[in-house]
C-alpha cells in the first residue's frame, strides 16, 4: 500500500524568505502523480503544484517548485519569496496513474506560518 | 457546476442521530472521493468511487458509515447512529479518471460535523 509522509509537523518562514517543506512516499509502481496542495484556514483545498512521475523535470509554479527525486521516492515543496497569505496546512498526496488505484493518498500536513 | 458542492457547510446533531451529507461533484468527473479531517489533522480516507465499478470502501471507519453515488453523479455519505468522535470536517473531491494535462481533485468546501 502506498504512504506519504510529511515530517514537519509546524515550520515558519519570514516573509520574503525561502522555505522547503518535505516529503517522502512508498510505493511500487511506477507511473503516478504527486500533488502539493494548501489548505487556508477557510478549509478549502487549493492545488498548489503537480509532478507527473514519468517526467523528470520538476515542476515549477511561479514561487512553487519541487524537487523531484524518484529513486528517493521524494517529493518536497520549496516556496520563494514567501508572503503572509502562503500561511497554511500544506499538504502532500499520492494518487496511482488512473484505473482501479486511484486512491488519493495524503500526508498528515504541515502547518507552514509566514511571519512579517 | 463550476466546482464541487456540498451541503450543508455546518451541521450540529444529537448523539445517536443518522445524518446524510451531500457531495455535488464537477460535471463530467468519473472518480469521487470522500475524506474525514479531524481538528488539525490531516485527510483520512473514507471512500472512492470511479465510474461503474465497485467503491473502495476499505477506509470506512465502522459499518456505521455508508456512501453511495447515484447516476455516477451525486454523493451521500451516511453516518448512522453518530458518536462524538465522528465530529470532523467531511470533505468530498472529484477528479477525472485519465486526463491528458495530468488528473487533479478538485475539493468542495467540506461539512464541519458537530456530534453534542
Known amino acids: 500500500a502506498q504512504t506519504v509522509t510529511q515530517s514537519q509537523p509546524e515550520m515558519s518562514v519570514q516573509e520574503a524568505e525561502t522555505v522547503t517543506l518535505s516529503c517522502t512516499y512508498d510505493?511500487?509502481?511506477?507511473?503516478?502523480?504527486l500533488f502539493w496542495y494548501k489548505q487556508p484556514p477557510s478549509r478549502q483545498m487549493i492545488l498548489v503544484i503537480r509532478q507527473e512521475a514519468y517526467k523528470q523535470q520538476n515542476a515549477t509554479e511561479n514561487r512553487f517548485s519541487v524537487n523531484f527525486q524518484k529513486a528517493a521516492k521524494s517529493f518536497s515543496l520549496k516556496i520563494s519569496d514567501s508572503q503572509l497569505g502562503d500561511t497554511a496546512m500544506y499538504f502532500c498526496a499520492f494518487m496511482s496513474h488512473g484505473g482501479s488505484q486511484g486512491n488519493l493518498i495524503f500526508g498528515k500536513g504541515t502547518k507552514l506560518s509566514v511571519k512579517p | 457546476g463550476a466546482g464541487v458542492s456540498q451541503s450543508p457547510s455546518n451541521k450540529v446533531t444529537e448523539k445517536g442521530k443518522d445524518v446524510e451529507l451531500r457531495c455535488d461533484p464537477i460535471s463530467g468527473h468519473t472518480a469521487l472521493y470522500w475524506y474525514r479531517q479531524s481538528l488539525g489533522q490531516g485527510l483520512e480516507f473514507l471512500i472512492y468511487f470511479q465510474g461503474n465499478s465497485a467503491p473502495d470502501k476499505s477506509g470506512l471507519p465502522s459499518d456505521r458509515f455508508s456512501a453511495e453515488r447515484t447516476g455516477g453523479s451525486v454523493s451521500t455519505l451516511t453516518i448512522q447512529r453518530t458518536q462524538q468522535e465522528d465530529s470532523a470536517v467531511y470533505l468530498c473531491a472529484s477528479s477525472l479518471e485519465f486526463s491528458p494535462s495530468g488528473q487533479e481533485a478538485f475539493f468542495g468546501q467540506g461539512t464541519r460535523l458537530t456530534v453534542v
Open positions: 510505493t511500487s509502481e511506477n507511473n503516478y502523480y
